[in-house]
């Protein structure tokens, strides 16, 4: 596994994000797929994240289950967040006639 850890120093968002980039680019290798981890700082208590990535991988799979007989397809471990983005999307997108 790749660590990138030299990145805790990291507290401005586009500089997150740049790196949050380059370790999708390094990861995904051209499709020679390299684990890889990247380590900003910790949280420290009493104090606000500078940066807060909430969902624990930059790259995951929705899970969608069925109403009716409850089976999931995708992944299971995010039916929950995939259920709260598509609300939030649809809810957002609802008075935007141009999508």
């Not at 995904?28 to 390299?34: A, L, V």
């Not at 910790?42 to 289950?65: L, S």
């Not at 039916?79 to 609300?87: D, E, L, W």
């Amino acid at each position: 596994m790749h660590a990138f850890a030299c990145l805790r120093h990291i507290t401005d968002l586009n500089e997150a994000f740049e790196a949050i980039c380059q370790h999708i680019d390094f990861s995904t290798n051209k499709g020679r797929i390299q684990p890889t981890i990247t380590l900003f700082s910790p949280r420290v208590p009493g104090k606000t994240d500078p940066i807060r990535i909430w969902n624990p991988f930059a790259i995951g799979y929705a899970g969608y289950q069925d109403a009716v007989d409850g089976t999931v397809v995708g992944d299971k471990g995010n039916v929950a967040f995939t259920r709260a983005r598509t609300v939030q999307i649809s809810n957002c997108c609802k008075s935007d006639s141009t999508l």
